[in-house]
């Protein structure tokens, strides 16, 4: 179940940010939203968006916000 989870988290990773994230990263990352106490405006949801902000060490706004722009980009908005 990790691994089909992790492909999808990766696949929804490439399709909203164009990079992707280790099975290392993903393995902290879920750690973390277990322990459930946000830190450093990382939200403990587990969610793609989520450990993107995990992985890159920046907040879950930031890394929305990224999302969002490159949506408006790709799609001329």
């Known amino acids: 179940m990790d691994q089909e989870i992790f492909n999808f988290f990766n696949k929804q990773i490439k399709k909203d940010f164009g990079k992707t994230a280790s099975k290392e990263t993903f393995a902290k990352f879920a750690s973390y939203c277990a322990e459930?106490?946000?830190?450093?405006?990382?939200?403990?949801?587990?969610?793609?968006i989520n450990l993107?902000?995990?992985?890159?060490?920046?907040?879950?706004?930031?890394?929305?916000?990224?999302?969002?722009?490159?949506?408006?980009?790709?799609?001329?908005?």
């Open 36 to 48: 459930g106490i946000e830190k450093k405006g990382v939200k403990p949801i587990f969610n793609w």
């Open 52 to 77: 993107y902000a995990f992985g890159l060490g920046i907040t879950t706004a930031e890394a929305d916000r990224l999302r969002i722009e490159r949506y408006k980009q790709e799609n001329a908005l």
